[in-house]
Nanobody, 123 residues
Framework: QVQLVESGGDLVQPGGSLRISCAAS????????MGWYRQVPGKERELVAR???????YYAESVKGRFTISRDNAKNTVYLQMSSLKPEDTAVYYC?????????????????WGQGTQVTVSS
């Protein structure tokens, strides 16, 4: 069983900073791309940032210059450092990872999601 467990969501004032984390655990061969998505009620889940296992990153335009994604491959953990937070950043943040697991017939890469962590930006 593979699990992604997020932590660090909190209530933050506008202009503040917060770091959220997501750790992959269980039985797998390798963690490939990891990323963060967010969702607010009534809207589709949107990509915030992604990082591959070589360290290349992608950011949504709305967070460029304010958010930084990083990963610790030894710990199979991805981080999202959020700064200059705005009320519109309020959402449930979901971790996503492409993880290679062993199957009976070989290996396969599968998509996994965390349970979500609430980030609220409000005064």
């Amino acid at each position: 069983q593979v699990q992604l467990v997020e932590s660090g969501g909190d209530l933050v004032q506008p202009g503040g900073s917060l770091r959220i984390s997501c750790a992959a655990s269980g039985s797998f061969v390798r963690v490939n791309g990891m990323g963060w998505y967010r969702q607010v009620p009534g809207k589709e889940r949107e990509l915030v940032a992604r990082i591959d296992n070589g360290g290349s990153t992608y950011y949504a335009e709305s967070v460029k210059g304010r958010f930084t994604i990083s990963r610790d491959n030894a710990k199979n953990t991805v981080y999202l450092q959020m700064s200059s937070l705005k009320p519109e950043d309020t959402a449930v943040y979901y971790c996503n990872a492409r993880i290679v697991i062993v199957r009976v017939y070989g290996v396969s890469e599968n998509d996994y999601w965390g349970q979500g962590t609430q980030v609220t930006v409000s005064s």
